[in-house]
């Protein structure tokens, strides 16, 4: 379990893992690493890390890793609890620069769209299956300035840039 939750179970049980907060959100398309790439395991395991190191460092969560036919998206998360900072968006930038720059330097295709706003932080699903994650309009916007055809690396909404 991400730490976000295992802190929430710590603190109060499965009664209480959803909140409404304000977070900063990190989307990102590594459009070059696609279930058609040769060696495709290999080159995610090596994104994989690369993000997943970068994004422990600037103290956000990964909350969602997916490859398909479009590429390979990942969401992230800065101010889920209880890594929770005054700078989540200047956090969520820097790692987003971060990240495009190390992986650019590894030959991909990266962009990136970052968006600080009131989001959903919780669980959803049920007993035997379920997963913490983000959704609102926030997210939304995160995800469509990822896919916009003005983003040349990363893009930020007016908060983000305001906060940042």
């Known amino acids: 379990n991400p730490e976000p939750v295992q ?4 603190i109060a049980g499965r009664n209480w893992l959803a909140d409404f907060r304000v977070a900063s959100v990190l989307f990102m398309r590594i459009g070059s690493v696609h279930h058609h790439t040769p060696n495709v395991l290999d080159e995610c395991a090596k994104c994989f890390r690369i993000m997943q190191a970068t994004i422990a460092k600037y103290s ?3 909350a969602r890793f997916n490859v398909d036919d ?3 998206i990942m969401l992230a998360a800065f101010g889920p609890p209880p890594a929770q900072h005054e700078d989540d968006a200047v956090r969520a930038v820097r790692c987003g ?7 650019e330097r590894a030959g991909h295709d990266v962009r990136v769209g970052i968006t600080t706003g009131n989001v959903y932080a919780g669980s959803v699903g ?4 379920c997963e913490y994650t983000f959704y609102g309009t926030s997210v939304n916007m995160a995800a469509r300035l990822m896919t916009s ?12 840039y305001l906060d940042s």
């Not at 620069?97 to 992986?103: A, P, Q």
């Not at 049920?126 to 299956?129: A, V």
């Open 149 to 160: 055809a003005a983003n040349e690396g990363v893009l930020v909404d007016e908060q983000t």
């Open 70 to 72: 479009k590429g390979t």
């Open 7 to 10: 802190h929430r179970l710590r």
């Open 126 to 129: 049920n007993g035997q299956r």
């Open 60 to 62: 956000g969560m990964m």
């Open 97 to 103: 620069l971060d990240i495009v720059e190390k992986l």
